[in-house]
Each structure stands twice: as structure tokens, then as C-alpha cells.
């Protein structure tokens, strides 16, 4: 039962997760989305795993990542309007769930990092 309260349980649980997601797609082949990505669907594994390394001491840090993706989001709200001169949501949910790919794995590696040292 130590194990599951570890910071090494999430790691496992990526890993798991990356595989299965691999796996399904290797599986369904013709009919996988060509636009959807690995990485896509790892994001809520990434923030789900960040949420478990509160106890173990990245309770701190976590309101704060969130809040930064949060900025992130009118972020990129703010800069689709301005030179596009207009919003659309296909276009912003793909450029926002992209940027969030890469925040997510820099925000667990960092929760990470703080519950290892």
C-alpha cells in the first residue's frame, strides 16, 4: 500500500497510461483521428498525477500552476483576437490544448521534482 502513496505511483501510472493509449491507437489504426495526438490525451493523466502528489508535498505549487493555465487560456484568447481579428474555437482549442500538452508536462515534472527533493 506505500507504493500507491509514493511519488513514484504516478510515474507508473504515466507509463501505464502512455502504453494503453499507444496501444488503442496502434489497434484502430484506420479510424484513429489523424489529428489527435499521444500527448492529447495524456494531459489529464499529467494533471490527475499532479493532484497526487499533493500529500506528498506539491499541495503548495498546484493553486499556482493552475492559475497559470488559466492565464494561459486568455492568453491565448487574447492574441488569436488580436491578429486574427477573430476567435474561432477550433482554432483556439487546438492551440490551447497544444500549449497545455507542454505546460502540464513541465508542471508535473516540477510537483515532481519538489516531492523527490
Known amino acids: 500500500m506505500t507504493f500507491w ?3 513514484a505511483a504516478p510515474l507508473v501510472i504515466l507509463i501505464v497510461g502512455w502504453l494503453v493509449i499507444r496501444g488503442i491507437k496502434h489497434r484502430l489504426r484506420r479510424h484513429w483521428p489523424a489529428q ?4 492529447d490525451l495524456m494531459t489529464p493523466l499529467l494533471i490527475i498525477c499532479s493532484l ?3 500529500p506528498a508535498g506539491a ?4 493553486p499556482w500552476l493552475v492559475m497559470g493555465w488559466m492565464i494561459l487560456g486568455m492568453g491565448v484568447a487574447i492574441v488569436q483576437a488580436i491578429r486574427r481579428h477573430e476567435l474561432l474555437y477550433p ?10 500538452d507542454v ?6 515534472g516540477l510537483c515532481f521534482l519538489l516531492t523527490i527533493s
Open 36 to 39: 489527435v495526438l499521444t500527448w
Open 52 to 54: 497526487l502528489l499533493i
Open 59 to 62: 499541495g503548495r505549487w498546484l
Open 5 to 7: 502513496t509514493s511519488p
Open 103 to 108: 505546460y502540464w508536462v513541465v508542471g508535473f
Open 91 to 100: 482554432v483556439f482549442f487546438k492551440t490551447f490544448w497544444r500549449l497545455t
